[in-house]
């Protein structure tokens, strides 16, 4: 029994972090070895590995993290701390430069990220994601209203996934459609929230239009997804942006950006 939990440990720590499950029996080793407290150990080693090791190593399969600043950063820490915040340079150049003419705009808002890809190997699953696999993509947050009406950088939720924009009553359902097609994992974001903080949150249609239209303007770009009837409401118009298919998830809750 002893032997499959740490199997299990070692599966779970690769599927959500790529190399806990690595550091994970190197802790095992390393502890048996010496003697020492092991929980400290791997903790210390993951760290270390994450935030110092990582980040030298991503550059020779191709990704490096994305380079945050005043006007980008990560929804969530854990973003970070499970090393889901790596691309490929262009995309990072993309992200820089989307940024800087975003707050042009909007000085006081920030380009906030959620989940991109991890540091090593093409086609490794970032899950629960189908495609974040060879550092060409990233989920952008949308823009949201506070409960009196201003712009905020707040998300509603801790992962920034699963709080959907309400379907207006004259938009097509694209969620009914697909899980009446069979797909039922259409709105499993819903599950992945890991708690909503600020519920009071409202989209912001305005901001989030002008921010999707610079990622569309960027030459690098070759598909953006996001919700058909948020595409119609929000009267984007680039061929770029797309229905992302029934197979997939709903994107009324974050923006996929990816290179060609």
């Not at 270390?48 to 990582?54: G, M, S, Y």
């Not at 819903?190 to 989209?203: A, D, I, M």
Request: one cysteine or more; charged letters at 20%.
């Amino acid at each position: 029994m002893r032997i499959l939990l740490h199997i299990f440990i070692i599966i779970l720590l690769t599927i959500l972090t790529q190399i806990g499950g690595v550091i994970y029996i190197f802790a095992l080793w390393f502890s048996r070895q010496k003697k020492r407290n092991f929980t400290l150990r791997f903790i210390g080693l993951y760290l270390i590995a994450t935030f110092l090791f990582v980040p030298l190593l991503a550059p020779l399969f191709g990704r490096k993290k994305i380079k945050e600043s005043k006007i980008i950063t990560a929804n969530s820490f854990i973003t970070k701390l499970f090393n889901r915040n790596y691309i490929q340079p262009e995309l990072n150049k993309v992200i820089q430069a989307t940024a800087i003419e975003f707050t042009k705009s909007y000085p006081n808002l920030k380009l906030v990220y959620l989940d991109a890809n991890f540091p090593f190997i093409n086609k490794f699953p970032l899950l629960p994601h189908l495609s974040h696999n060879d550092g060409k993509k990233v989920d952008l947050a949308f823009i949201y209203t506070d409960k009196q009406g201003k712009l905020t950088n707040q998300k509603p939720t801790i992962s920034g996934y699963g709080y959907f924009a309400p379907v207006k009553k004259d938009e097509d359902n694209q969620t009914k459609y697909c899980k009446q097609k069979g797909y039922f994992q259409y709105d499993y974001p819903k599950y992945f929230t890991f708690g909503t903080v600020h519920p009071n949150l409202q989209l912001a249609e305005k901001p989030t239009k002008k921010l999707i239209e610079i990622l569309a303007n960027q030459s690098q770009i070759g598909k953006i997804f996001i919700e058909p009837n948020l595409k119609k409401r929000l009267k984007l118009n680039s061929s770029k942006i797309r229905f992302q298919g029934c197979r997939s998830v709903r994107h009324d809750d974050h923006v996929h950006v990816q290179l060609k």
